[in-house]
Nanobody
Framework: QVQLVESGGGLVQTGGSLRLSCAAS????????MGWFRQAPGKEREFVAA????????YYTDPVKGRFTVARDNAKNTVYLQMNSLKPEDTAVYYC??????????????????WGQGTQVTVSS
């Protein structure tokens, strides 16, 4: 069992930055692929980024490439999402998720077994 708690959301102006954190419980955190998803009002949850258990592999959705960076610190059981050059269309609730499955199809929410409660990110224009 893994419990995930996100933090770091807030209100920021266009062009600003935020760093989201996701703290995980459980001794097996270092074996999990971690993902970040977001859901805007009236829209489906969408994939943002993922990072493999070792941090060697990362994957991003096209709209955030070059602006967002996913990283992890297995010693701290924490995964991060650094978000730069934020745009109003980045406004959403951001969720972290964990899966013990192999690094295939990591953009699919169905692949993840554990989810956090979400943190709100609002980018003003």
């Amino acid at each position: 069992q893994v419990q995930l708690v996100e933090s770091g959301g807030g209100l920021v102006q266009t062009g600003g930055s935020l760093r989201l954190s996701c703290a995980a419980s459980g001794r097996t955190f270092s074996t999990y692929t971690m993902g970040w998803f977001r859901q805007a009002p009236g829209k489906e949850r969408e994939f943002v980024a993922a990072i493999s258990w070792s941090g060697t592999n990362t994957y991003y959705t096209d709209p955030v490439k070059g602006r967002f960076t996913v990283a992890r610190d297995n010693a701290k059981n924490t995964v991060y999402l650094q978000m730069n050059s934020l745009k109003p269309e980045d406004t959403a609730v951001y969720y972290c998720a964990a899966t013990s499955r192999i690094w295939v199809g990591v953009s699919g929410p169905h692949k993840y077994d554990y989810w956090g409660q979400g943190t709100q990110v609002t980018v003003s224009s």
